[in-house]
């Protein structure tokens, strides 16, 4: 029997497939069966109803896209009443992505979408923190330890910290969300970039910077996932540039427990539907029964020529 | 799983699939005239089930000119299940239009679709004028052959830049359509005309709707004259995208709405609006 299941600090999933927050919606159900994922990750919320950024909120660049769609958000209420409801229909477990820009109103938040029916929270820790100046909490371990901490206190459901890639100290940043008593990492959000269109020179993003995601970012999240993996004991989640299941495999090598799939879902709206046939696939022919004997298998002790170039050297 | 998986195709008990991603075959792809091309798809009969002012987003192909990225979308321009075609008018832009360019005849190209809400027609409106410019005559094509066939009367107004540049006007006729074109060359396209133009079909045939797309100056001229004849409308509308389905909430627009402002997405709530909810921005 082939399980492509895995838990994810106490949150079993049928299998490691799913999407990244913000790039997935009811709307995706006009086009399949959403229990076919392992999760429903939802696009973050706020407490408040917001209106986001201002248009043009997205542009490509080459072979990836950049995004300032901010957080338009119906806020919580809207979220209960509709969201949560929508996605009890399905077996997959629904994991609501929350933020906010005081650790306080975060874990205000955190405490409100603790209801019946929400299976996970995923702390969105990569937007601006207003107490701090102004800086992502996931840029620096102590903020990220100070909300996480209240977030911990606020929820007994699974709490996933969503890292930024926009941070020098990413395996700090893990252990203190670690340490904080975060149940599982996701690695990563987007990495901030711009784009000028040299005829007009106006920039591209009506917020003048925006998100890199896409393919272009994959090396990139993978080289923090891996880094995350080797630091701390929780599950990493791999996030950042999957489209294909040679991307699911080399992030699963690497050491994440389960990835999620953002822009390619724009490109190709069935592309999670297809990654999980495709890695059950991959197990049978290569006669792998679980998950567990790809996770982490990187090979990093034999990475260099070394022993052949001695060899020559000698 | 794997029957799960085979499944996706079928869909969750509770919901119906209405938006598919497959491939499509080019039957054929040409210039219409110095702007404009017309291509045409043999398509799956399941994503024919469309009402005009739909679109569908596509996957434009990748070459060693042009890397387009995101899908684009286009509207339908013509559907026939029983044919199983599916065509698409569109203008040379850049990067995706200029990539659809190459496709050959038995060229695949797969699209999504077909997305978002399309025009409608409430059962007291007989007259309809439609008013299109340019390439939004893609859109409003599919909605006056639909309306002839419900044996309603209509009459539309196309403006282009030139003669040249005028389409469909020969099959709105076929159609039973009745044409008036105006263009920047001859001087008759101009907003004074274009209103007196209106007018004078509002006095001399009566009007029960405007249809009408894309341009903000149509769009404004419009909604005055909806307001101060009581006629109502719809307009399609057009805003930068990426999912094309209603995940991403690039695409969102302004609209007055129940007495307020609110935000709502072209690709999901729209491309077709309620003439007086739009804003013209
Ligand atoms: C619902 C809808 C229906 C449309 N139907 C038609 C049609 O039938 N025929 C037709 O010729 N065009 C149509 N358009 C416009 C068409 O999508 C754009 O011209 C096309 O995306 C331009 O892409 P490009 O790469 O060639 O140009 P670029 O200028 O290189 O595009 C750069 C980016 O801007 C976006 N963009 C540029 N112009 C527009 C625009 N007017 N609207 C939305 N996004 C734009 C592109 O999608 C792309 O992401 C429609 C747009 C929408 C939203
Ligand atoms: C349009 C768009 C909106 C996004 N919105 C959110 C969001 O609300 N919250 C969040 O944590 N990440 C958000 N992200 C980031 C994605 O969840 C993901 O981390 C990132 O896109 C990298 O993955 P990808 O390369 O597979 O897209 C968004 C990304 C995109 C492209
Ligand atoms: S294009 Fe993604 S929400 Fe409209």
Redesign the interface.
Known sequence: MLDLSVNLGGLQLANPIMPASGTFSEDLADVFDLDVIGAHVTKTITREKRSGNPTPRVCEVKGAMLNAIGIPSKGIEHFLTHTVPFFNRYQAPLVASISAPSADEFARLCEEVSVEGVAAIEVNISCPNIEEDGKAFAMRPHTTSNVLNKLRQATDKPLWAKLSPNTGEVTEVALAAQEAGADALVVANTLLAMAIDIRSRKPKLGNLMGGLSGPALKPITLRMAYQCAKAVSIPVIGCGGIATLDDVLEYLIAGASAVQVGTATFISPMTMVHLVGELQEYMRTNNITSLSEIIGSVRDDEASDKPVMQEIGQ | ??K??L??????P??A?????VPTTVLSNKPVNAEYHLLVVSAPEEILACTPGQFFNL?CPVSDAH?????RPMSIYGFDRHKRRLSFLYKVAG?GTGALTALKRGAIL?V?GPLGHGYSIKDDWQKLLIVARGVGLATLAPLAQYARQQGRQVTAICSARSQAALLSTDYFRQLGVNVIALTDEDGTSDTQNLRSIIEKQIAENGVDAFYTCGSNRLLAMLQELSRHYGIEGQVALE??M??G??????C??PFNRDGEQV?LRVC?EGPVFDLMEAIPC
């Open positions: 799983m794997q799960k998986t499944q996706a195709a079928l869909g969750h509770e919901t699939l209405t938006a598919f991603e996957l890397s387009p990225y995101l899908r990067e797969p999504l805003q930068q990426a999912c389905l209603g995940m991403c909430q690039c969102v627009r935000q999901r």
